[in-house]
T-cell receptor
Framework: AQTVTQSQPEMSVQEAETVTLSCTYDTSESDYYLFWYKQPPSRQMILVIRQEAYKQQNATENRFSVNFQKAAKSFSLKISDSQLGDAAMYFC??????????????FGQGTRLTINP | DADVTQTPRNRITKTGKRIMLECSQT?????MYWYRQDPGLGLRLIYYSFDVKDINKGEISDGYSVSRQAQAKFSLSLESAIPNQTALYFC???????????FGPGTRLTVT
């Protein structure tokens, strides 16, 4: 079974600085997708960024980017120019490709990010 | 208006009570899901449904049941609530082509 591991339960960063959240996963599949979700205090799950495993280029969304190392099964999230609104719980998630992937997302344990003003 | 809604948003109930959490969506997606979130464990899948006639157990279905009343509605029931079912519950849909999931706002359930 696929597993997703976030080894940092909590992280903190100074406002305007850069922070990297770690995620590793275990799978024998070659076709899959990886996601980072943000959960602010409102509890809403918000998709931050997604990465298709077949794409070598790392995904980027404004201040958010990923470092996707397929061989190492690592998928870290970098937040540049951290803002107070980035404070949240961040979840890494995995999904198989194809119709089998429709069965579910597999989530990591989450990393709580604090932004210090 | 939100695409995926959940009612209630917060609920406190007593051990042994039956409770239903409701989910509605306006996205027109066939696939719907119920997840449970616990601190330190992330989100775990309880049940999922690919259409009105298709219901599947997830990894933690014991103690829960679901009903898919229509394409837009997917309810989660706790037949006899127990304290370790205290958690945050999320409903979600999945887009048919991108397989991207869309989450509701969550229901905070406390069983005393």
């Amino acid at each position: 079974a696929q597993t997703v591991t976030q080894s940092q339960p909590e992280m903190s960063v100074q406002e305007a600085e850069t922070v990297t959240l770690s995620c590793t996963y275990d799978t024998s599949e070659s076709d899959y997708y990886l996601f980072w979700y943000k959960q602010p205090p409102s509890r809403q799950m918000i998709l931050v960024i997604r990465q298709e495993a077949y794409k070598q280029q790392n995904a980027t969304e404004n201040r958010f980017s990923v470092n996707f190392q397929k061989a190492a099964k690592s998928f870290s999230l970098k937040i540049s120019d951290s803002q107070l609104g980035d404070a949240a719980m961040y979840f890494c998630a995995y999904r198989k490709g194809g119709i089998q992937g429709a069965q579910k997302l597999v989530f990591g344990q989450g990393t709580r990010l604090t932004i210090n003003p | 208006d939100a695409d995926v809604t959940q009612t209630p948003r917060n609920r406190i109930t007593k051990t042994g009570k039956r409770i239903m959490l409701e989910c509605s969506q306006t996205k027109g997606h066939d696939r719907m899901y119920w997840y449970r979130q616990d601190p330190g464990l992330g989100l775990r899948l309880i049940y999922y449904s690919f259409d009105v006639k298709d219901i599947n157990k997830g990894e933690i279905s014991d103690g829960y049941s679901v009903s898919r009343q229509a394409q837009a509605k997917f309810s989660l029931s706790l037949e006899s609530a127990i304290p370790n079912q205290t958690a945050l519950y999320f409903c979600a849909t999945m887009a048919p082509n991108t397989y991207e999931q869309y989450f509701g706002p969550g229901t905070r359930l406390t069983v005393t």
